[in-house]
């Protein structure tokens, strides 16, 4: 018998794709660290993810684009994550850290929403599109599968796209110094450890991600953030 010479070559485990996206990430972050990225990395990033996963017969929703069992669950669940996480952030992971560092995370970006509701308003609509909805689908959507693709087995992969993605995670936001980078990237490993523990669901790290974000800025709007 002849051999299938239409066959498509595996180009989710090439090297050389391989290679070429993770030079093509890479680059994006180098282009958001050196100011020619307009405001944010993340719709660059996300339209990358979804070329990405087209070339790899990959869909959101088997990436975890869906609710949780249903939606009282899903916001059940993500209203009380998302608590839980600004209750572990402001009362443990900062105070520890900007001891640790001697600094608290730089947050003069939002200096200018205390006080004014009309931008704070606006930065908790970008939070929701761009932070929750967006850096979900990009870090724990496509970047923690595709890093745990490429390795086999059934759970070390996921261990180390855990800890890979969520180190990269904090330094994208490398804008608010160490403390920041660090606290960032542990609050992400907890939505990424959301994102595992819910069968890989991003509907509930997405709306605590969104309810966490939202409670920032209405502690910034009315002055009682800590360290600002």
């Known amino acids: 018998m002849a051999a299938n ?74 209203l009380a994550a998302g608590g839980a996480l600004e209750a572990i952030e402001l009362f443990i992971t900062q105070p520890v850290l900007t001891h640790l560092f001697h600094q608290p995370a730089d947050l003069s970006t939002f200096n200018g929403l205390k006080g004014h509701l009309q931008p704070t308003l606006l930065f908790i609509g970008l939070a929701w599109t761009l932070a929750a909805f967006g850096e979900e689908m990009v870090y724990r959507g496509y970047l923690m599968n595709r890093v745990a693709g490429l390795f086999h087995g059934a759970r070390r992969p996921w261990i180390l796209s855990l800890i890979l993605v969520h180190a990269v995670f904090g330094l994208a936001h490398a804008y608010q ?26 509907a509930v790290p997405i709306v605590a991600h969104g309810i966490q974000d939202t409670i920032d800025f209405f502690l910034i709007f009315s002055g009682h953030y800590p360290g600002m």
């Open 177 to 202: 110094g160490v403390t920041g980078v660090v606290d960032e990237g542990l609050m992400g490993l907890l939505l990424g450890v959301i994102y595992l523990r819910t069968d890989r669901c991003l």
């Open 5 to 78: 010479t239409d066959k498509k070559p595996n180009v989710g485990s090439n090297t050389a794709f391989v290679v070429a996206e993770i030079a093509v990430i890479a680059a994006i972050f180098i282009a958001d660290a050196k100011g020619f990225i307009p405001f944010s990395k993340t719709p660059f990033l996300l339209a990358f993810g979804w070329l990405s996963m087209r070339i790899h017969g990959v869909t959101w929703k088997s990436t975890g684009l869906r609710v949780y069992r249903n939606w009282q669950m899903t916001l059940a669940l993500g």
